[in-house]
């Protein structure tokens, strides 16, 4: 078993590192309290004392990235947990007991399906009102259906496995089968799509964030920032950029680790 | 026209990444010739480097593969220092190329005819007219009953059969001089086997066409190559006439291929006769049909009025092509499929009306040992729990008592300490060692074994048969024994039944089957069998 | 062929209408009297008496949802709470604006992936394809409005160059128009070739795998007529479904591009009424989006045998 470190998964690595350092570092400290205003140096630009500027408030611009970070962190993890752990036991079953459970769920995993997540996250907004929880869950919702196919799938394939007629051939029954040789096989593509949710988690949020019905004020997220630096684009643009900057970074990151997990993965399932 | 047609000199391939130079080279110095219209075999197990031989020719290595050195001249004519546009123009025309996958061999997005053409236009410049009479006739040559419905097909409609015939008319069509075979009928059944082999042999030798076939199969290279040369792991170690190489062996690796070929038992066991442990009365089994728009499609039957016994200590073989039902048939024994009709009865009860209890006796009692040893193992889990699940059921093993058996299990097959290894550590001959610890741990008194050596390289088959044996000396359970391959039967089972379609169509002990066939399908599997032919050829 | 063209329109119906009735459900689960939150708390008492009979609100759940498919499929979706326009008519005016950008975006997009993803898979391993793997992943990581921000930024205020903000039809001035919607065009282009090059370069490489491509060089045909008549024609398949999911959920996702560059769009529209509690229009808004994906997505089935005819037999 070789293991090839492209220098692709250590660039995903650092950044992934990096982000969460900060997300830690800002529990205990931040170079100024986030949501301390200051309107004796309103929109500073860039300098030794704000690194990342600061805004119409005063407020630094890396202390609430900092925040921000976290939230968002916490938020797409969060959507990333509750969206795996529903989206394994119901693609679990689906594809292993089949018959009319599978169609039947099928038929509602397409419905949903034919929203396009961000409405239907929106919609869900709406209904059930601005809150954290409310948040993951409408952004969990958009998302499961995709898990709960590639679940299936996999399950399905594995089904044909000659090893799981071996345990039927010793004796073993339905739920040890499904537990001990299906469930493991399914877990690596899972892995992967975990990590690719991770990222369209906090891209959705920074959307949502961005268009005024995701994380409400005046907690900072780096979707919201973006959002309340469009008035000063002119005259402050660092506004603009340090924000979309983390986001960015941050998204690149996941992926290119997401990618080495699952180049990692692959050559060791099949002979 | 004087002088070898093929010449290939000292031929060394290597892997393009950077740690190659310290690994051994995939080919390494090889160097055989071709007459005009000869035909010459290139034989060798898996990692012998053959596949690599066969694609040098036409450049057709694979990324991260390359040709290290050596020469190739084709009727004079150099080939490894060609510019692309030089060695296209040998391709197709001079040297065709037929391929083992007949169902990733031609392009599923285009028509049988747009694939036909393809060649001939780029070749010939014909035009269409002449083009599509070519290829009617080439398909019509190559016995494909309705060539013009077939030009307007695609690839998915046809069987693999059928798809090496069209591939072999591809080719033929441009009248190369030299037709390189990689593996053409390794994916095919006994039958097809047989029809592809001498539709090709047939169609070579009308057109002068010299044969260069790259296969593991000796049957094959006794039947049909005048000329043989042997690879081991990259490595020519023996080379000439046929009859010579494979009637007195010089190398004793050639010696070990040549032996491994299965062959008639000497002794016979004789069996005690007692009752019979197994026995299947009128089975009928389907498959359920495709469900169309609204309504569940009809059933197929697969397995129909099956009487077989088995009896106790008994090996009984059950052969047949793919789709005969074989397979089906083991599964229903062990009760994995369920019967539409009939019975099977084992040890005087029958399995439809065993209760709970009888049931998981049953599964104790009833092993099976499965044909793809890379896929009948869990990736994840070790072998040690993967030998002793069977025991986990049964109540009156203890955990400790189920550790020690599971180490007697391994030591049996000679893979004692495996306990704790993964399977992707191990080779495909020892995972199959494993599925074989894995059915007799539970000392069962019935074996089904579902292709169990079909897999696998032959050197390591007869090693995995003779061991088969051995435990089955040793533990005395009885056996169905199932395997498309006659050799292996021969080789290994008191009884016999032969089936086709879903049906018995021959039965009776394996010699007098063998010596004196009754059905006609018995006597065309009988001669499309390689292996015997070869068996014969190296007995004398 | 036909079969498979009846089976898959089949197939879509049962989706439509638990589409339907998830739509007619969704606005019930807010807590209260429907006409109530559609007009707001502080609503005239008569107005929400009429809405109130409108919408049957004092029949019995199945008959006010036929009631409301019956006024669907007559086309009427209700009237705007905030504007009072009927809501079906403001929907397709903002259709027409985004389907526009979309579909110009997402053929530009698809083909620079066709492109790209081929040459890449091609000269596979080399500085080519490092190249073309790199930008791709980059750009996959970078948020679309982020991306529009900065291009407004560059373009737009720095530059000059073009007009950031506002829309003009196109039926009023041609060159106006197509200067309004360069930079949302751009930003949109940019965003989705990452994700389809990178599809289409991978299962480019898994094509090349297969033995019929080695069998058409066998035949001694060129790398082009090769990669043109027996690669492309299969590697597309994948890429063509995940050019219809895109274009499916880029009707949502192009609400934060409307936003920035202040385009009247559909998506837009959504994210207005659901601030403005608009009920009767996010109502519409699901209802059509989601059948367009639906429509969409057939669309990619139907034509998938083009690329793949093996699907009409399965």
């Known amino acids: 078993m070789r293991r090839r470190l492209k220098p692709n998964a250590l660039v995903g690595a650092v950044l992934v590192g990096l982000l969460l350092v900060v997300v830690l570092v800002g529990f205990a400290w931040t170079p100024y309290d986030p949501i301390a205003i200051d309107l004796d140096h309103p929109l500073a630009a860039p300098s030794a004392a704000h690194w990342f500027g600061a805004d119409e408030f005063g407020r630094d611009v890396l202390s609430r990235a900092m925040l921000g970070a976290r939230i ?104 040890y089968t499904m537990l001990r040789h299906v469930l493991p096989n399914a877990l690596p593509p899972v892995v992967v ?13 920074s959307a949502l964030s961005f268009l005024g019905v995701g994380v409400p004020p005046p907690a900072p997220t780096w979707g919201n920032m973006l959002s309340s630096a469009r008035p000063y684009m002119e005259r402050a643009s660092w506004l603009s950029i340090a924000p979309g900057l983390c986001i960015a970074l941050t998204l690149l990151g996941v992926n290119l680790l997401g990618d080495a997990l699952r180049d990692w993965l692959d050559p060791r399932d099949d002979a | 026209m004087t002088g070898p047609l ?172 030299l037709l390189i075979a990689d593996e053409p009928t390794t994916a095919l059944d006994t039958l097809s086997q047989r029809e592809v082999m001498e539709l090709m042999v047939e169609l070579a030798a009308q057109n002068g066409v010299a044969i260069l076939l790259i296969t593991h199969d000796l049957g094959l290279v006794a039947r049909y190559a005048q000329r043989v040369v042997v690879l081991e792991k990259g490595v020519e170690v023996e080379s000439g006439a046929t009859r010579q190489v ?17 062959r008639r038992a000497e002794n016979r066991p004789q069996r005690p006769s007692a009752a019979p442990i197994l026995e299947v009365r009128q089975a009928a089994i389907d498959y359920p049909g495709k469900p169309g728009l609204f309504r569940r499609g009809a059933p197929k039957r697969v397995v129909s009025g099956v009487d077989l016994t088995v009896g106790a200590g008994e090996i009984v073989a059950v052969v047949g092509a793919s789709g005969s039902g074989k397979t089906t048939l083991g599964r229903a024994v062990l009760g994995l499929k369920p019967l539409a009709a009939g019975t099977v009865t084992f040890d005087g009860m029958e399995l439809a009306r065993m209760d709970k209890t009888q049931a998981r006796a049953f599964r104790r009692q009833a092993q099976l040992v499965f044909q793809d040893p890379f896929s009948s193992l869990d990736p994840r889990v070790r072998i040690g729990e993967t030998v002793g699940a069977a025991l986990r059921h049964d109540p009156a093993v203890s955990p400790r008592e189920r550790r020690e058996r599971v180490r007697q299990a391994l030591e049996d097959v000679s893979l004692g300490g495996f306990e704790d290894r993964l399977p992707h550590q191990m080779s495909g001959g020892q995972r199959q060692r494993v599925a074989i610890a894995r059915a007799v741990v ?87 069998t390689p292996s015997r032919m070869a068996a014969a050829v190296s007995v004398a | 062929m036909l079969s498979y063209v009846a089976r898959r329109l089949l197939l879509a119906l049962p989706t439509l209408v638990l589409v339907a009735l998830a739509v007619f459900f969704l606005i019930r689960l807010i807590p209260g009297d429907p006409a109530v939150v559609m007009l707001g708390e502080g609503a005239d008492k008569a107005a929400v008496a009429a809405l109130h009979k409108e919408l049957g609100l004092d029949q019995p759940l199945p008959a006010q949802f036929l009631t409301w498919i019956g006024h669907l499929l007559r086309g009427d979706l209700g009237q705007s709470i905030s504007s009072g326009e009927p809501v079906a008519g403001l929907i397709l005016q903002r259709f027409r604006l985004t389907a526009t950008v979309v579909l110009i ?42 991306l529009a921000l900065i291009l407004l930024l560059v373009f737009g205020l720095k530059l000059g160059w073009l007009p950031f903000v506002g829309y003009v039809p196109f039926s009023e001035d041609a060159i106006q128009a197509g200067l309004f919607l360069f930079l949302p065009i751009l930003t949109l282009t940019i965003t989705e070739s990452g994700v389809l090059t990178r599809m289409m370069r991978s299962s480019a490489i898994e094509v090349m795998r297969l033995e019929y491509v080695t069998h058409a060089r066998a035949k001694g045909l060129s790398e082009a007529t090769v990669l043109r008549r027996h690669v492309f024609p299969n590697a597309f398949a994948p890429t063509l479904t995940l050019v219809g999911l895109t274009l499916g959920h880029l009707l949502g996702g192009i609400a934060v591009i409307e936003t920035v560059f202040t385009l009247p769009g559909l998506g837009r529209l959504m994210v207005d009424s659901i601030l403005a509690r608009d009920y009767p229009v996010v109502q519409g808004c699901l209802l059509f989006t989601a059948v367009i994906y639906i429509a969409v997505n057939l669309v990619v089935d139907l034509c998938y045998p083009i690329f793949d005819p093996r699907v009409t037999a399965a």
């Open chain 1, 72 to 175: 968002s962190g916490a938020i797409a993890a969060g959507v990333v947990a509750a969206a795996v752990s529903l989206g394994l036991v119901l693609g679990l079953v689906a594809g292993f007991v089949g018959g009319w459970l599978d169609r039947l769920m099928m038929i509602v995993n397409d419905t949903v399906l034919a929203f396009p997540g961000i409405l239907l996250a929106l919609a869900l907004m709406a209904v059930l009102g601005p809150s954290y929880g409310s948040l993951i869950l409408a952004l969990g919702v958009a998302y499961l259906p995709s898990i709960i196919r590639v679940v299936r799938a996999s399950v399905l394939s594995i089904r044909e496995r000659e090893f799981v007629e071996a345990s039927r051939v010793a004796g073993d029954g339905d739920l």
């Open chain 1, 193 to 205: 799509l975990a990590t690719s949710l991770f990222g369209w988690a906090i891209l959705s949020e």
């Open chain 2, 6 to 177: 093929l010449s290939v000199r000292n031929l060394r391939v290597e892997a393009t990444a950077p740690d190659a130079a310290d690994r051994p080279p995939l080919l390494a110095d090889l160097s055989f010739d071709v007459a005009p219209g000869e035909f010459v075999a290139i034989v060798g197990e898996s990692g012998s480097g053959k596949t690599m031989a066969a694609r040098s020719i036409l450049g057709l290595l694979p990324p991260g593969v390359r040709r290290a050195g050596g020469t190739i001249a084709l009727e004079g004519r150099e080939l490894t220092g060609l510019s692309q546009r030089d060695l296209r123009s040998v391709r197709g025309r001079h040297v065709g190329m037929v391929f083992q996958e007949p169902m990733v061999s031609l392009n599923p997005a285009l028509t049988i005819g747009k694939q036909l053409a393809e060649g001939l236009k780029l070749h010939e410049g014909l035009p269409d007219g002449e083009i599509r009479r070519r290829c009617l006739e080439m398909l019509r040559r190559v016995q494909i009953t309705d060539p013009g419905r077939c030009l307007a097909a695609y690839p998915h409609e046809f069987s693999g059969g059928m798809r090496q015939r069209i591939m072999l008319a591809s080719v033929l069509l441009l009248k190369p001089k």
């Open chain 2, 246 to 262: 494979l009637g007195a062996p010089a190398h004793p690796y050639t010696r070990r291929l040549v032996d491994s070929l299965p």
């Open chain 2, 442 to 528: 539970s000392r069962p008194r019935l074996v089904v074994a579902d292709e169990p050596v079909s897999a696998l390289d032959m050197t390591i088959q007869l090693q995995v048969l003779t061991l088969f044996q051995r435990l089955q000396a040793q533990y005395g359970f009885a056996c169905l024994f199932i395997t498309h391959d006659l050799g292996v039967v021969e080789q290994i089972a008191d009884r016999v039944y032969v089936m086709s379609a879903g049906a018995v169509v021959e039965e009776g002990a394996t010699d007098a089957v063998f010596d004196d066939p009754r059905h006609a399908y018995t006597r065309a599997l009988l001669a499309a």
């Open chain 3, 105 to 146: 975006a997402v053929t530009l997009a698809t083909l620079i992936a066709i492109t790209a993803g081929m040459i890449a898979a091609w000269r596979r391993d080399t500085r080519i394809d490092l190249a073309v793997v790199g930008v791709s992943t980059l750009v996959l990581a970078i948020p679309s409005f982020w």
